[in-house]
């Protein structure tokens, strides 16, 4: 079963690898800075339960890189850390342990602190204090070091805006307040940017996953009856493999357009997977059919080693059929052919075997024959016709007692040097015929004589021309009588 169909559709997307935020050295020594001190001067005060440190804020997802850059204040102001020495400035105590904290020209009541001193009241909500100027400078820090996203750090500021108003404290509020609001300006305008930069992150990792469902999406509707699936299982593998990468390192999508895209890029590879499913079903039916007819192929081809040589026309006759059974996929396909040429094998084996048996009583033969061609060059140097005839034929038949010879091929090679010898003695015979025939004979002398007749008339012509001094008529005279011989001595007279 596919990974996704594991995979509910709200894991379209995965959470992002939340920033961890880091304490600074700074913001070490800046908390040693505004820890309060009791001084030499002042009377011993009786410890209070110090507040436990702030949490750090929780991990958030973070934004695109290029939204992560420090955020420059316009004016960064320098820390305010009242001390128990300056709570006069800030506080006052009453006569019941009511203390008040002054905002502006105002006073407002923080507390009571009714079984202490008036100063040990003071420094208890002094120490109020520092921890709300500790949590804004550390953000002040924060801030300036490119910490978080601009939209994290105001969040924060406006969460110590809701925490310092009305604070249980005594110091400069005010100044607090101003800091913050200082913050949150300058965090404003690098918020909308950031946050346009993530909605262009988004809007590009959209473009990305919607590009990945279009190709799939196209795969999934070609003609898939046709394809090579190997090179198509690979292709979904890949995008895939890239999706999910992408659910992990890119930048997270809104719940609707996710689901909507991976139902889409869902249902595509659905429909690949069956197509692919329904194909290598058919294909293993196809090669379960092809496996039978092989096999029993491979049987009859086994079952034909007792006839030896004798087989061999039955087993070419099983190969035709194995080369027409169809594929039954590599390693059946291997196994049997293995099973079915082995058993043609031993038949070429008995064949050859026997053939080696053949050529070693066919040396003799050989011998017999090569020994008679060295008589049948005789023929050609014997000058009467008739006797050269009377040798040829007796080396003709002691050639066909000698018998057949093994292999073929040498026995072929043995009868064309003596069809040779044989040529040649019937072209001699042919022309002695021509030249000796009494018909023959009997033709040319009857030529012979006309031809004497008519050089004896151009004579007598060419004679009466030279005395006459008819020049023309001796011309044609001496050339009638020059071609008359010529045909004269071609016929030998």
Do not use: C
């Not at 910490?147 to 310092?164: R, S």
């Not at 607090?176 to 913050?183: G, H, W, Y």
């Not at 008995?350 to 023929?379: D, M, Y």
């Amino acid at each position: 079963m596919s990974t996704e169909e594991h995979t509910p559709e709200i894991h379209a997307e995965q959470a992002e690898p939340a920033a961890s935020v880091t304490e600074s050295a700074a913001d070490e020594s800046a908390q040693a800075a505004v820890e309060p001190t009791e001084t030499a001067s002042k009377p011993a005060v009786a410890p209070s339960p110090r507040p436990p440190m702030m949490p750090r804020p929780p991990a958030m997802p973070r934004p695109p890189a290029s939204a992560i850059r420090p955020v420059v204040l316009a004016a960064a102001a320098a820390p305010i850390v009242p001390s128990t020495s300056d709570a006069a400035e800030w506080g006052r105590v009453t006569d019941d342990g009511t203390v008040s904290v002054r905002e502006g020209d105002e006073w407002r009541e923080v507390g009571q602190y009714p079984d202490g001193t008036p100063e040990e009241a003071l420094a208890y909500f002094v120490r109020k204090y520092d921890d709300l100027a500790f949590k804004v400078n550390t953000l002040e820090q924060r801030v300036q070091a490119g910490g978080p996203g601009a939209g994290e750090l105001a969040k924060q500021a406006q969460h110590l805006v809701t925490e310092i108003t009305d604070a249980a404290a005594v110091g400069d509020i005010a100044g607090l307040r101003a800091r913050l609001d200082a913050l949150s300006g300058s965090l404003a305008d690098a918020s909308a940017a950031e946050a346009q930069e993530a909605k262009a992150a988004v809007d590009a990792a959209i473009a990305e996953r919607t590009a990945l469902v279009e190709r799939s999406e196209a795969i999934a509707a070609q003609d898939l009856s046709s394809v090579q699936w190997k090179k198509v299982t690979e292709e979904m593998g890949a995008l895939f493999d890239a999706w999910q990468a992408h659910q992990q390192n890119g930048p997270r999508l809104p719940k609707g357009a996710a689901n909507q895209l991976w139902k889409r890029f869902r249902d595509a590879r659905a429909t690949v997977d069956r197509q692919r499913r329904a194909f290598y079903a058919d294909l293993d039916e196809t090669h379960k059919a092809a496996r039978d007819r092989k096999s029993r192929l491979v049987e009859r081809a086994e079952a034909l080693a007792p006839k030896g040589v004798d087989g061999i026309p039955a087993y070419r006759g099983l190969l035709d059929e194995w080369k027409a059974a169809g594929r039954a996929g590599r390693k059946a396909d291997d196994a049997l052919w293995a099973r079915f040429k082995a058993a043609g094998d031993a038949l070429y084996s008995a064949r050859a075997e026997q053939a080696a048996a053949t050529e070693a009583e066919s040396v003799p033969r050989i011998e017999a024959r090569t020994a008679l061609l060295e008589q049948a060059k005789a023929v050609g140097d014997e000058a009467n016709l008739t006797r050269a005839r009377a040798l040829l034929t007796r080396i003709q038949r002691e050639w066909d007692e000698v018998g057949r010879i093994f292999p073929r091929e040498k026995e072929r090679a043995l009868d064309d040097r003596l069809r040779v010898i044989e040529q040649e003695l019937k072209s001699r015979e042919d022309v002695d015929w021509k030249r000796n025939n009494p018909e023959t004979k009997a033709r040319a002398g009857a030529m012979s004589d006309q031809l004497m007749q008519a050089i004896g008339k151009l004579e007598a012509e060419r004679d009466a021309a030279e005395k006459s001094g008819d020049a023309k008529a001796l011309k044609a005279a001496t050339e009638a009588l020059e071609a008359r011989r010529a045909w004269l001595d071609a016929l030998g007279g």
